[in-house]
């Protein structure tokens, strides 16, 4: 399995408070994703980085911030969390890319916001 | 745009029959096409993938997936389904971009005793 590391793997929390989810790589890949996982709607994509400071929206990236001061860490911010922001978030890495190399997935972690 | 459609959400067949999930795909670009599966409390996991050169593509766990150009399709067969073959699968296909991928919604398989 490829070393990818979710933090926390649950959290509640209340509408309006940050919350900070943590994906940790061990593979010094270069891109890295946040995902998130609703039903009925698969996957979608909230927002990737392809280096370190280097980072671009997804499709549902209203809401949430991301940053990555270091290759093997990726943060994403929710500034005031609401409850549609309740979800199963995962986290992705490749080393060149979606097109050229295996995405490998993280364990997830599941947010409940109340 | 690209876009990925899976047809049945829902899918149950018995032990040793044929597994036959279905994908297509709508993009304005010559389609890297993936096939992805969760189970369940997991991450996803890379079955297979097609990218160029031969349209019948061999995954792993005996899964295999044939590229149709003509019908925009790409999907999934198992010629013997296994009690371990439970779990939902996802089809994803490559964006305009270098690193989207957009994912179908899903179909979660049962295999019956």
């Known amino acids: 399995d490829a070393g990818i590391t979710q933090s926390p793997r649950h959290k509640v929390t209340e509408t309006g408070t940050p919350v900070t989810l943590r994906c940790h790589q061990t593979?010094?890949?270069?891109?890295m994703y946040w995902y998130r996982q609703d039903p009925g709607h698969g996957l979608r994509l909230i927002h990737y980085?392809?280096?370190?400071?280097?980072?671009d929206k997804g499709e549902v990236s209203d809401g949430y911030s991301v940053s990555r001061s270091k290759t093997e860490d990726f943060l994403l911010t929710l500034e005031s969390a609401t409850s549609s922001q309740t979800s199963v978030y995962f986290c992705a890495i490749s080393d060149r890319g979606v097109r050229t190399d295996t995405q490998y997935f993280g364990p997830g972690t599941r947010l409940t916001v109340l | 745009a690209q876009s990925v459609t899976q047809l049945g959400s829902h899918v149950s067949v018995s032990e040793g029959a044929l597994v036959l999930l279905r994908c297509n795909y709508s993009s304005s670009v010559p389609p890297y096409l993936f096939w992805y599966v969760q189970y369940p409390n997991q991450g996803l996991q890379l079955l297979l993938k097609y990218t160029t050169g031969a349209t019948l593509v061999k995954g792993i766990n005996g899964f295999e997936a044939e590229f149709k150009k003509s019908e925009t399709s790409f999907h999934l067969t198992k010629p013997s389904a296994h009690m371990s073959d439970a779990a939902e699968y996802f089809c994803a296909v490559t964006g305009s971009g270098a690193n989207n991928l957009f994912f179908g919604t899903g179909t979660r398989l049962t295999v019956i005793p």
């Open positions: 980085s392809y280096g370190v400071k280097d980072t």
């Open positions: 593979e010094n890949h270069r891109y």
